[in-house]
């Protein structure tokens, strides 16, 4: 029973990960969406990313994103 | 204002409550369970929290977490989407965690505070920061300063894994960051992976390798494994580390370009380790000296607040200060993770609330990070007597001046004190203390009772006006964060040249050896009158007995144990190594003194860290 629940388990992970998360990733990729950069970028001036500071609503408190 | 904050779920949790931004408890949950870098719910170090500032769960207004768990989870969903097909290790084992339970985390915390509370509305309580806010907010509400910049750098939060942000009254303004997969300490913890050393606990003992070697690596470093901006912004070429989508921090390609494999846990600290230690620690300075030029420039203003794992690094905090662009510099104590509960509680109290912020320009607001729990002395004899420790109860000037002494004889001596430290640092709270003029000591200290590699140093608590005369450092330290070389009049001539490796442990290097690391540095405590009154006068006493007002300072615990807590601990841990003296309040106990049946094996009691 134990090893057939780990058996299913298994092969819902691998499904989730190689027949929806990965090729939903292909795609959004093939049309330039850039999920992490990997690499150095030397034409880049600074690699700093400006934030946004919201806390001033205090909804910023509120949420969990 | 009573304001609940909470670090949990990562590693390092802990609860803090700050009222009318006052804080008035702050404690770590692994101190409590006994279980080192305890990630779990901080359920007793709430409770505790509570008793110490005798609250009711009624009074709580609002309860904090540390990080917004779904921006985390976002991160996660991202990397996967960015790195598969790679990376089905990875969310294999991630998935079920997030799926089953941390993508929940407020459902959690609200479950988990039921059950302390059931009739409190605590849905209405809950509020969640960022991390790097959090951060933020630990290093900059706690300094004395009215207006600072802010620098907050560690492993990784939501999406950043370093901050730069400014500082003014009651609010902070982040104003820029550096993302995910790019880590200045994620880098840190790859290298201390491939030294062998555990990722999130080794990392100082990386830095207290770095001395031995030569930093032979650093072009190899700078040319493959990171991009490094005038402005100290950087990147890391991802396509050598791992961390992204497998189970370990690097890859083979790695290995490669250092021409060996990762070091073995086991196996002896060879030279090559020595110099990648030394290399990445020189790579660390380099980028954060350069970030910290960049902002003093940018801003002009002449505080500097850290926090974040990495301002842990010592010995980089110590550069900051010697390069001189800020006049004062403030890092918070509890910089890990567990101070990200301090940050939240407080980033609610004067962000969420606006409490006013109140600033005392001569002091900061952590009181000496003593702000655990404390043992009257009725508790503490009562606690012995259940472990049936033999003692002796002396009064306040007896007990310093024969405990002084003994040290001055070269015994070890437990110290437990008041109330327990908050963050890493034993700090004269829950110390083990010896004489820094044994030339054995350090050995001795590391194998006898820390029982811990022998390369690691130890650190000398100061009293605060003879810093300058002993190191070559002229600032307070109360937190042991600052590294700085023994003074040339204190130093010995060696043939230091000529020794490599473990091998420079054997000269000695000064008229305080125990303390005096291989390069001459030293990771300095100045102790305050104030602050630590009773420790303070331990070190007097000392000073008179020896002409020298230093004494080293260790944490009291062994190896891969949590700092110990109750005075049933200290004693645990005084009759499981090689300790001589233990006191606890105003008990004092020695060894041969003990009924020999107590003596425990704590060699192998905690899982090595």
Partial sequence: MCFLRRFVSELLFFALFFLVLFPFAIIRRLFGKKYVSKKFDKTLPSYWVIKENNWNSKDFFNKQN | ?609
């Fill in chain 2, 1 to 609: 204002m009573n304001i609940l904050g909470i670090s949990a779920y990562y590693h390092d949790s802990a609860a803090v409550i700050v009222s009318d931004g006052k804080i008035l408890a702050a404690v770590q949950e692994e101190r409590l369970t006994r279980k080192k870098h305890d990630a779990s719910f901080p359920i007793n170090a709430i409770k505790q929290c509570l008793t110490i500032s005798k609250l009711s769960y009624d009074e709580i207004d609002s309860v904090i977490f540390y990080e917004k768990p779904f921006l985390k989870f976002k991160r996660l969903c991202s990397t996967y989407l960015g790195f598969s097909p790679l990376g089905f290790k990875s969310f294999r084992k991630a998935a079920p965690i997030w799926l089953g339970n941390k993508l929940f985390q407020k459902r959690n915390i609200l479950k988990a505070l039921t059950t302390l509370c059931p009739k409190t509305n605590w849905s209405d309580k809950l509020l969640f920061s960022e991390h790097h806010l959090s951060h933020a907010a630990s290093a900059f509400f706690p300094s004395p300063f009215e207006e600072a910049v802010i620098l907050t750098m560690d492993g990784v939060g939501e999406w950043a894994t370093a901050s730069l942000a400014i500082g003014r009254g009651d609010c902070i303004d982040i104003l820029k960051e550096i993302h995910f997969p790019h880590s200045l300490g994620l880098l840190y913890s790859a290298f201390t992976y491939y030294s062998g050393f555990k990722v999130n606990s080794g990392e100082y003992k990386l830095m207290g390798l770095a001395p031995y070697g030569m930093p032979k690596y650093v072009d190899i470093i700078r040319r493959h494994l990171i991009d490094v901006k005038e402005d100290g912004s950087f990147r890391l070429d991802l396509s050598y580390f791992n961390y992204c989508s497998g189970l370990t921090m690097i890859n083979k390609r790695f290995e490669r370009l250092f021409g060996q494999p990762a070091r073995n846990s086991s196996e002896p600290v060879s030279q090559f380790f020595m110099d990648i230690a030394a290399s990445i620690q020189a790579v660390v300075e380099e980028v954060v000296l350069k970030i910290v030029r960049n902002i003093s420039e940018e801003t002009k203003i002449k505080n500097l607040c850290l926090a974040g794992g990495v301002a842990l690094n010592c010995v980089m905090n110590g550069k900051i200060i010697k390069i001189g662009l800020f006049e004062n510099v403030w890092v918070q104590p509890a910089s890990g993770d567990s101070g990200g509960a301090l940050g939240a509680a407080l980033a609610a109290t004067y962000m969420y609330h606006r409490i006013p912020r109140k600033i005392d320009s001569d002091r900061d607001a952590m009181q000496g990070a003593l702000l655990g729990p404390a043992f009257s002395q009725t508790q503490i004899e009562q606690d012995l007597r259940e472990v049936g420790a033999y003692f002796k109860n002396l009064d306040d000037d007896v007990l310093i001046d024969r405990t002084a002494s003994l040290l001055s004889e070269g015994n070890v001596v437990g110290w437990f004190q008041g109330r327990m430290e908050y963050g890493p640092r034993a700090l004269g709270g829950r110390s083990i203390l010896a004489d820094p003029r044994s030339v054995e000591m350090q050995k001795s200290l590391n194998l006898k009772i820390k029982y811990r590699e022998s390369f690691r140093p130890f650190a000398p608590s100061i009293l605060r006006e003879h810093v300058s005369e002993w190191f070559e450092l002229n600032c307070e330290s109360p937190y042991m964060l600052l590294v700085a070389n023994v003074s040339e009049k204190h130093r010995k001539k060696t043939d230091a040249s000529e020794a490599m490796g473990l091998d420079k442990l054997r000269e000695v290097r000064s008229d305080i050896p125990a303390v005096t690391h291989v390069d001459y540095s030293a990771r300095v405590q100045t102790v305050d009158k104030q602050v630590n009154p009773r420790y303070h006068a331990l070190i007097s006493s000392f000073s008179e007995i020896s002409n020298c007002p230093i004494l080293v300072n260790t944490s009291f615990n062994v190896r891969g144990e949590p700092i110990v807590c109750t005075p049933q601990d200290a004693f645990k841990c005084f009759m499981g190594t090689e300790m001589d003296v233990l006191v606890v309040g105003n008990c004092i106990m020695s060894k041969s003194e003990q009924d020999s049946a107590l003596r425990l094996d704590y060699k192998n009691h905690f899982a090595l860290d």
